[in-house]
T-cell receptor
Framework: SQKIEQNSEALNIQEGKTATLTCNYTNYSPAYLQWYRQDPGRGPVFLLLIRENEKEKRKERLKVTFDTTLKQSLFHITASQPADSATYLCALGNYGQNFVFGPGTRLSVLP | DAGITQSPRHKVTETGTPVTLRCHQTENHRYMYWYRQDPGHGLRLIHYSYGVKDTDKGEVSDGYSVSRSKTEDFLLTLESATSSQTSVYFC??????????????FGEGSRLTVL
């Protein structure tokens, strides 16, 4: 069955550094990959979508890459700030199918 | 913010009792979803709807039923709650015609505790 892993449960980095979160998957060939942010006690909020034919997508301080050969997506937050502290979820989808979510990585940006 | 309201936001109930969670949207989106979120598992799809009276099962549908009699309302029912159904439940909506992003809009969640 398909499996989605996100590097670690928690990641701590220093303010101003680049945070890199990983989403790996097996037994799946997604056409789309999304990233969401979730704050404690809140619902997830959509950040970015990248398609299988796109290698990289940027939005302000966010950058997402999608490597279908490695079956991996990397999510980067540059010049990280304490306000970026949250749980980040990746979700994989295919044409006509529902998205499947990874377990999430809790990012803490330390001042 | 997308107009999604979940009720109740918190509920404590006893094993064996029926529970209904309600999701109400004001966006007129066609697709509605119920997820549960548990530590270590992420979001798992319970049921979804692709139109009024059109529903289908998700990954973890056992013990749950849904109904959608109006575009704006999607109900999740636990006929006889069990402790394993203690979780945070999220409703989400999407308009798949917006395939430029395919994004899901989530409600604030309903925390259910089954004693």
């Amino acid at each position: 069955s398909q499996k989605i892993e996100q590097n670690s449960e928690a990641l701590n980095i220093q303010e101003g550094k680049t945070a890199t979160l990983t989403c790996n998957y097996t037994n799946y060939s997604p056409a789309y990959l999304q990233w969401y942010r979730q704050d404690p006690g809140r619902g997830p909020v959509f950040l970015l979508l990248i398609r299988e034919n796109e290698k990289e997508k940027r939005k302000e301080r966010l950058k997402v890459t999608f490597d279908t050969t490695l079956k991996q997506s990397l999510f980067h937050i540059t010049a990280s700030q304490p306000a970026d502290s949250a749980t980040y979820l990746c979700a994989l989808g295919n044409y006509g199918q529902n998205f499947v979510f990874g377990p999430g990585t809790r990012l803490s940006v330390l001042p | 913010d997308a107009g999604i309201t979940q009720s109740p936001r918190h509920k404590v109930t006893e094993t064996g009792t029926p529970v209904t969670l309600r999701c109400h949207q004001t966006e007129n989106h066609r697709y509605m979803y119920w997820y549960r979120q548990d530590p270590g598992h992420g979001l798992r799809l319970i049921h979804y709807s692709y139109g009024v009276k059109d529903t289908d099962k998700g990954e973890v549908s056992d013990g749950y039923s849904v109904s959608r009699s109006k575009t704006e309302d999607f109900l999740l029912t636990l006929e006889s709650a069990t402790s394993s159904q203690t979780s945070v439940y999220f409703c989400a909506i999407s308009d798949r015609r917006r395939m430029n992003t395919g994004e899901l809009f989530f409600g604030e969640g309903s925390r259910l505790t089954v004693l």
